[in-house]
C-alpha cells in the first residue's frame, strides 16, 4: 500500500475503505542492559522485537502467539506507540505513527487496548460510571445526562445491568470487570481492538462468554482485532491470520486453517503439536524440544531455533533465515520448511 499524502485522509474510515490498515516495517526493539551495580550500560542489548514486519487488515482478527518473552506483547506496545522503536516503523493508514507531524491523539481514539488482567487495568476507587465515563470526558465526546445515557448503552451492549453502574470493580467477578474493560474500550468508538491475553486470566466458562462477546461485537462495530496469546485453541476459534514468534522475530504467518493443518516451520510445529485434543480416543505425537533457548541479549547472527531444531544444517548456523513466501499468503523463516524437506537439499530462498 502506498503512503498517504496527507495525514488529512488518514482518519476517514467510513469514507476510504482502506485493506490495510495497520503495517510493521522492520519494526525492531531493542533495551540496554544495564551493567555493574552503578546501572551502567556495557553496550549490550535485549532484541526484545528483531524485524518484524506484517499487516493488519480492516476487519479481521490478527494473532500474534508464541512462549512467553517472545516479544508478543511489545510489539502491541509499538503499535499504541507506548513505546518507540529502535529501528523500522508502523504505518496506519500509510503514515508513520512515530512522525512529529502525525495526529496521535486522534489515533489514540482509534486504537485501543484491553489488557490481560482486567481488576489491575481498573482504578479500584473510580466506579463502573467513572470508569467508562473517563474517555468521554478525556477526549470530550460528551457530558452530563448524555454522557450517562451513553454509559448505559456501552454497559448494556457488554451484558452489564444498570444498578451495577455506582459498583467499583472489587465488587465484580473476573468476567464482569472484563465486561467493563472492554465497555471502556468501547467508549471513544474506536477502529482497533489490541487484546493483550484478554481471557487467560478467565475460569473456561467465562472465558468463552468474553470470546462470543468480542466476536459479536467485532459484528456489530466493525472492528478490527489484534489479538495476543499463548493459548493456540483459542487463537485458532478467534483469528483469521496469524503470526508466531520466537525470540522476537516471526518465523511464519499465514492464514489461520493453513497455518495450523501444515505448519512450515519447526518451532510452529511442535508448538501447534503440543495444543491438547479434547477427545480420549485420538492419540496425537507430541514433539519435545531439546537443547536450550538462546538468551535475547545479543542472540547469535543465524537462525535461533538452529541450536533446537533436529533439520537444522551447515547454512542454520552461519546465516540467518528470511521471511519468505512459501505459498500464497503463507510466509516462513526457514532454510528447510516442511513441504521442501527431503526433495532437495538446496535451502529454500537459496
Known amino acids: 500500500m502506498g503512503h498517504a499524502t496527507s ?32 546501572g551502567s550500560r556495557g553496550g549490550s542489548f535485549i532484541h526484545a522485537v528483531d524485524n518484524v514486519n506484517f499487516t493488519i487488515k480492516k476487519g479481521e482478527t490478527f494473532g500474534l502467539v508464541g512462549e512467553s518473552g517472545c516479544g508478543k506483547t511489545t510489539v502491541a ?24 507531524k502525525f495526529p496521535l491523539s486522534k489515533m489514540r481514539r482509534r486504537i485501543q487496548l484491553i489488557f490481560q488482567d482486567p481488576y489491575s487495568s ?5 466506579t463502573v460510571y467513572d470508569i467508562i465515563g473517563e474517555p468521554f470526558d478525556i477526549h470530550k465526546l460528551a457530558k452530563g445526562a448524555a454522557k450517562k445515557q451513553k454509559i448505559l448503552q456501552l454497559m448494556e451492549t457488554v451484558g452489564l445491568a444498570r444498578f451495577h453502574l455506582y459498583r467499583y470493580p472489587h465488587e465484580f467477578s473476573g468476567g464482569q470487570r472484563q465486561r467493563v474493560v472492554i465497555a471502556r ?21 467465562v472465558r468463552a462468554q468474553v470470546l462470543n462477546l468480542l466476536e459479536e461485537l467485532q459484528k456489530e462495530f466493525d ?18 491470520r496469524c503470526g508466531v514468534m520466537y525470540l522476537g522475530q516471526i518465523v511464519e504467518l499465514g492464514d489461520i486453517n493453513p497455518l495450523f493443518d501444515n505448519p512450515q516451520h519447526p518451532y510452529a510445529e511442535a508448538l501447534i503439536a503440543a ?3 479434547p477427545d480420549p480416543r485420538v492419540r496425537k505425537t507430541r514433539e519435545i524440544l531439546s537443547g536450550e533457548v538462546p538468551t535475547p541479549i545479543d542472540p547469535p547472527p543465524y537462525c535461533r531455533f538452529a541450536k533446537r531444531c533436529k533439520y537444522a544444517q551447515d547454512i542454520c548456523i552461519k546465516e540467518e533465515p528470511p521471511l519468505l513466501e512459501i505459498k500464497p499468503d503463507h510466509w516462513v523463516a526457514c532454510f528447510y520448511p516442511k513441504d521442501l524437506r527431503g526433495t532437495e537439499n538446496v535451502p529454500f530462498g537459496k
Do not use: W
Open 223 to 240: 472492528l478490527t482485532y489484534v489479538f495476543i496469546s499463548h493459548d493456540l485453541s483459542v487463537v485458532r476459534h478467534v483469528c483469521d
Open 275 to 277: 495444543v491438547p485434543i
Open 122 to 126: 481498573l482504578n479500584p476507587r473510580m
Open 185 to 205: 474500550a468501547l467508549a471513544v468508538q474506536p477502529e482497533i481492538l489490541i487484546m493483550d491475553e484478554p481471557v487467560s486470566a478467565l475460569d473456561v466458562s
Open 77 to 100: 506496545k509499538l503499535i499504541l506507540r507506548l513505546l518507540n522503536p529502535t529501528e523500522g516503523t508502523v504505518l496506519y493508514y500509510g503514515g508513520s505513527i512515530f512522525d512529529k
Open 7 to 38: 495525514y488529512g485522509v488518514i482518519f476517514m474510515v467510513n469514507v476510504i475503505n482502506m485493506e490495510t490498515i495497520i503495517e510493521a516495517i522492520n519494526l525492531t526493539k531493542k533495551f540496554p542492559v544495564q551493567m555493574g551495580i552503578f
